[in-house]
């Protein structure tokens, strides 16, 4: 019993955190090269959404 109490505590814990540091974990996962170019094409790949991009550009 003591052990989930725990256990329970150090997820919620780290739940709390994430949450309270959403925008800095965001932007350190969009800072990887990788995960912006997997982001950016999957964005890509939906209908119409290059042309927007490409018309708010000019």
């Not at 814990?13 to 090269?33: C, D, E, V, W």
């Not at 950016?40 to 209908?47: E, L, Q, T």
């Amino acid at each position: 019993m003591k052990g989930f109490l725990i256990k329970g505590f150090l997820l919620f814990l780290a739940i709390m955190l994430g949450y309270r540091m959403r925008y800095r974990l965001i932007n350190m996962a969009l800072g990887q090269s990788f995960i912006r170019r997997l982001i950016v094409g999957s964005a890509m790949s939906f209908p119409g959404m290059r042309s927007k991009m490409m018309d708010e550009l000019i």
